[in-house]
């Protein structure tokens, strides 16, 4: 496998990964968002800041899987479109 189509690959997986954005909806980081606005305490901003952890933790292993599975799907691609066919009836050897 020659370099180049690796680093096409790579590129534009990264590219759609970048450019997709993610949606993760998870309750706790709601319901910590909803307290927050209620009650802006020090206590309330702390758990905020730990679920918006967790949520960017989560789009960031969301965008390596995706990048991953787009990385494959492409080389895989590349490698069936570059294969020599030889469209016809074969002669005999």
């Known amino acids: 496998m020659k370099i180049a189509p690796v680093r096409l690959a790579i590129t534009l997986a990264a590219l759609i990964t970048s450019l997709v954005p993610p949606f993760i909806d998870r309750r706790d980081y709601a319901a910590a968002v909803n ?10 901003r702390v758990v905020l800041a730990r679920e918006h952890a967790k949520n960017r933790r989560l789009v960031l292993f969301a965008r ?30």
């Open 35 to 44: 307290t927050y606005v209620k009650n802006p305490t020090l206590q309330n």
């Open 64 to 93: 390596l899987g995706v990048g991953g599975v787009l990385f494959v799907v492409m080389n895989i691609a590349w490698w069936c479109a570059s294969k020599d066919r030889e469209i016809g009836a074969q002669e005999p050897k």
